[in-house]
């Protein structure tokens, strides 16, 4: 079956500008993650989604940063006036338990 | 709070050589663990995860770990080490039921 799937792969914006990165997650996973991933890095955790909701968005570094899942399915990362900083792979992952499949994610790269 | 730790930022092995990638983690319940593979402009991979029981898992691709709780460690371990092998290794410790906190990674480099 498919597995977890980004949109799009790579993004090249520039500073200030507005970007959606999009995840399709394993069809009937209720549960959504988002990473990022900094060079040399692990990934780290932004938010989790269970159903519409986001039940922890503790790791969403500042308020430029906005994710939803209006269906319970898609979900989409939303970052607004980009910095260099955000430059990143950032990584989406679904689960119907405890273990979490991942995307192959987006590189964002920030000009 | 929770954390996990690689110590080995880099190793180097030769084909057919044993493996062993260090993980320790800090947490303060049973945790979840796992190993994860993840090769240049891929995803990450699963190799092998530990919920409950038997201490020592096996994995796919022939790796294997073991959970110490008395050390805090969950290594990762491989027999003999293919070329195909090389790549980068992330441990992961899963914290309550959902987030997972990742380790900062090992760089796998294998000499023919």
């Known amino acids: 079956g498919a597995g977890v799937s980004q949109t799009p792969s790579n993004k090249v914006t520039e500073k200030g500008k507005y970007v959606e990165l999009r995840c399709d997650p394993i069809s009937g996973h209720t549960a959504l993650y988002w990473y990022r991933q900094s060079l040399g890095q692990g990934p780290e955790f932004l938010i989790y989604f269970q159903g519409t909701g986001a039940a922890d968005d503790s790791g969403l570094p500042n308020d430029r940063f906005f994710a939803v899942r209006p269906e319970g399915s898609v979900s989409t990362l939303k970052i607004q006036r980009t910095e260099r900083g955000d430059s990143a792979v950032y990584l989406c992952?679904?689960?119907?338990?405890?273990?979490?499949?991942f995307g192959p994610g987006t590189r964002l790269t920030v000009l | 709070a929770q954390s996990v730790t690689q110590p080995d930022i880099h190793i180097t092995v030769s084909e057919g050589a044993s493996l062993e990638l260090r993980c320790n983690y800090s947490y303060g319940a049973t945790p979840y663990l796992f190993w994860y593979v993840q090769s240049p402009g891929q995803g990450l991979q699963l190799l092998l995860k530990?919920?409950?029981?038997?201490?020592l898992v096996q994995g796919i691709k022939g790796f294997e770990a073991e959970f110490k709780r008395s050390q805090s460690s969950f290594n990762l371990r491989k027999p003999s080490v293919h070329w195909s092998d090389a790549a980068e290794y992330f441990c992961?410790?899963?914290?309550?039921?959902?987030?997972?906190?990742f380790g900062t990674g090992t760089r796998l480099k294998v000499l023919a």
């Open positions: 992952a679904s689960s119907p338990g405890s273990e979490q499949f």
């Open positions: 992961a410790v899963g914290a309550g039921t959902y987030k997972y906190i």
């Open positions: 530990y919920f409950s029981g038997d201490t």
